[in-house]
Every structure is written in structure tokens, then in C-alpha cells.
T-cell receptor
Framework: DGGITQSPKYLFRKEGQNVTLSCEQNLNHDAMYWYRQDPGQGLRLIYYSQIVNDFQKGDIAEGYSVSREKKESFPLTVTSAQKNPTAFYLC????????????????FGEGSWLTVV | AQSVTQLDSQVPVFEEAPVELRCNYSSSVSVYLFWYVQYPNQGLQLLLKYLSGSTLVKGINGFEAEFNKSQTSFHLRKPSVHISDTAEYFCAVRRTGTASKLTFGTGTRLQVTL
């Protein structure tokens, strides 16, 4: 089945550790995104990538890093510099080209819970 | 920049009653508008979107929304809700054209009870 796979579903991080969240898509989408969700704050964009080997910071990129070495993969690393990393993280992807452009639907994965212990 | 305001953080409603979830947006350029639904511990699923044309948009699960440019609103409605509609609903906007981000509102929790 086509879709977006995020792993792990639940992850615990110790203080000072870096952790990486995996996101893989088999939809052949060019664009991929990482959002952070906190209760009562909606979703905030961390990073996004329009093409392989290129990515841009979103609204809350500090303390996070990404890579886009393959079209289907967009891993997110939460570094020790992120002081409040406990949240629900959502990966998404979309076709951004074509006649609809930004009107194309953005599809989301099932999310990953990160908790600092 | 674009912004989205969802005026109600929670909306309680009885089963089979109608519901309206409010969404207002702000943008200096033309935008596309979206409604997403999120069930507990899951990702987001698209309910409907407005790109152009008819201002009344019909989506999945019996939901519809009406785009009102003069009031910069995109309210979501359902004439008769079901227990299974209990979820978080997010309104979002995206500047037309490519390479633009999707900006979300803070969400509205719809709680349907018997």
C-alpha cells in the first residue's frame, strides 16, 4: 500500500541525547515536511524539502536537523539543543508541481511521540 | 504571511445534531483553504479543500464548508453528526503557487455524545 511510514511510534530521549525520527514515503512525492504538534497549539512547521538534497527551515527549526539524500526519505534529528522536545511529530508529503501546485493535498503519516525522560 | 484562527477550542454536540466549526483566515495574497481531521494518536486526514470555483465545497464523511471571501471565513458544517465524528479538526491555508507552506489553526475538538 502507498503511504507515509513514520518510526518509531514512541520514543524516549534522555537529557543531552540526539534522537532521529524516520519518515519514508512510497508515493513518489517531491515535497516532504516535518511538523510538531503540541496541545492547544496546532501544528508548526519544522523543516520542509521540495527536492532531494535541498531543504528549508520552517517556523521552529532551532534544535532540529534534517537530511534529504533520497526522494523517499526525510529523517528528522532532534538534537540536545532542543530544550523542550516532548511532542507529537508528524511527517507529511505532497506533489507540489503540476497544474494544482500548492492546491495538491498534503498527506500525513501516523506520527511519532517523543518524550524526554 | 498567512494566519488561521479557529475560534472554538472545543465544541460539544449531541449525536444527530448539526454542527459548525468556525475558521477565519488572514492573508494579503490569494490562498487555498483546507480542513483536516485527526483521530486520537493518528495523523491528519484531508476532509475537503477549496481551490477555486463554487464556494460550497463537499468533502468526505458528509462534511461541507463554505468559502466566504468578504468575511475571510471557511466554516465547516455537518447537518447530523455521529459519535464517530469525535476528533480534532484543523483548518489550514496555503498561498497559491508552489513551494509554500501549509499554515494550521490551533484546532477544534469536536466531542459528540449520546
Amino acid at each position: 500500500d502507498g503511504g507515509i511510514t513514520q518510526s518509531p511510534k514512541y520514543l524516549f530521549r534522555k537529557e543531552g541525547q540526539n534522537v532521529t525520527l524516520s519518515c519514508e514515503q512510497n508515493l513518489n512525492h517531491d515535497a516532504m515536511y516535518w511538523y510538531r504538534q503540541d496541545p492547544g497549539q496546532g501544528l508548526r512547521l519544522i523543516y520542509y524539502s521540495q527536492i532531494v538534497n535541498d531543504f528549508q527551515k520552517g517556523d521552529i527549526a532551532e534544535g532540529y536537523s534534517v537530511s534529504r539524500e533520497k526522494k523517499e526519505s526525510f529523517p528528522l534529528t532532534v538534537t540536545s539543543a532542543q530544550k523542550n522536545p516532548t511532542a507529537f511529530y508528524l511527517c507529511a508529503s505532497s506533489i507540489d508541481t503540476g497544474a494544482l501546485g500548492a492546491g495538491n493535498t498534503i498527506y500525513f503519516g501516523e506520527g511519532s511521540w517523543l518524550t524526554v525522560v | 504571511a498567512q494566519s488561521v484562527t479557529q475560534l472554538d477550542s472545543q465544541v460539544p454536540v449531541f449525536e444527530e445534531a448539526p454542527v459548525e466549526l468556525r475558521c477565519n483566515y488572514s492573508s494579503s495574497v490569494s490562498v487555498y483553504l483546507f480542513w483536516y481531521v485527526q483521530y486520537p494518536n493518528q495523523g491528519l486526514q484531508l476532509l475537503l479543500k477549496y481551490l477555486s470555483g463554487s464556494t460550497l465545497v463537499k468533502g468526505i464523511n458528509g462534511f461541507e464548508a463554505e468559502f466566504n471571501k468578504s468575511q475571510t471565513s471557511f466554516h465547516l458544517r455537518k447537518p447530523s453528526v455521529h459519535i464517530s465524528d469525535t476528533a480534532e479538526y484543523f483548518c489550514a491555508v496555503r498561498r497559491t503557487g508552489t513551494a509554500s507552506k501549509l499554515t494550521f489553526g490551533t484546532g477544534t475538538r469536536l466531542q459528540v455524545t449520546l
